[in-house]
């Protein structure tokens, strides 16, 4: 792997992040109410995509929020398979995350939208000087990082 010296124009731009998602309704609700992300556009697809068993039917959602994006990917066939990791050690994307003022009353509004709080996930409780963290799994199990970084804190 090579520094990166700053001296030559990374070619790339972010794009989005994508998630299978087992029930669209349920994590429209999640996403769009509860963190406020709003529907940009969706496709439906019924043809045959790299990576998925035939036949291949899906919904294709992509949210926005603060010019980040999030595709919501919902297959009617061949289904959805698997698990999204559990710990944060785990191979591969383990959170999002977003800043809230408060992060105990942003994490039980997500709860009201099919969110459910991570158990002892709650960092920094003892110290309101300190980076406070606590960890919502969205209806799926996606985790969802919230974080408050005190003032003068580097961030």
């Not at 105990?104 to 709080?117: H, I, K, Q």
């Not at 920094?124 to 919502?136: E, K, M, N, S, Y």
Request: one cysteine or more.
């Amino acid at each position: 792997m090579t520094e990166n010296t700053g001296t030559t124009a990374s070619p790339y731009r972010t794009s989005h992040v994508g998630l299978c998602v087992s029930d669209l309704g349920k994590s429209l609700r999640f996403y769009c109410e509860g963190l406020g992300f709003a529907k940009i556009m969706e496709y439906d697809l019924d043809e045959q995509i790299p990576e998925v068993d035939a036949p291949c039917s899906l919904t294709s959602t992509f949210l926005q929020k603060d010019g980040f994006r999030v595709e919501l990917l919902s297959y009617r066939q061949p289904g959805v398979i698997g698990a999204p990791p559990t710990r944060r050690n785990h191979l591969g994307m383990t959170h999002l995350s977003f800043f809230a003022d408060d992060i105990d009353a942003a994490a039980e509004a997500l709860s009201e939208f099919g969110g459910t709080l991570v158990p002892d996930t709650r960092a920094g409780l003892g110290d309101p000087d300190a980076p406070q963290f606590v960890f919502v799994a969205d209806p799926d199990g996606n985790r969802i990082e919230l974080m408050h970084i005190p003032a003068g804190t580097p961030w």
